[in-house]
Nanobody, 126 residues
């Protein structure tokens, strides 16, 4: 299973970015997907998740109202749209796939995800 994340970059506060993650080697449409982020020296933290159908989503309080998550099962791709970016959003962002198929609701628990992308770096300047 491979996850390829892209879309990171360096932006100014208030700008937007869209991250993408393409999954191969797994039946993408059966698994929820999540985005996490990590600053050096800190724990990897949950950002957003979307169920296998796209009908259920969850967000960290710190990004609610600014970030949205979506998926295109025909393209095996999950997206993270990040608007109104803040300097505290600076981190390496990782996509991950839920280890369980057809989970009824999304999970924010890091260890529920078994395969991870390589990370894409987001830097937000004030």
């Amino acid at each position: 299973v491979q996850l390829q994340a892209s879309g990171g970059g360096s932006v100014q506060a208030g700008d937007s970015l869209r991250l993408s993650c393409v999954v191969s080697g797994r039946t993408f449409s059966r698994h929820a997907m999540g985005w996490f982020r990590q600053d050096p020296g800190k724990e990897r933290e949950f950002v957003a998740a979307i169920s296998w159908s796209g009908g259920d989503t969850a967000f960290a309080d710190s990004v609610k109202g600014r970030f949205t998550i979506s998926r295109d099962n025909a393209k095996n791709t999950v997206y993270l749209q990040m608007n109104s970016l803040k300097p505290e959003d600076t981190a390496v962002y990782y996509c991950a796939t839920d280890r369980v198929e057809w989970r009824h609701s999304v999970t924010t628990y890091r260890f529920s995800y078994d395969y991870w992308g390589q990370g894409t770096e987001v830097t937000v300047s004030s």
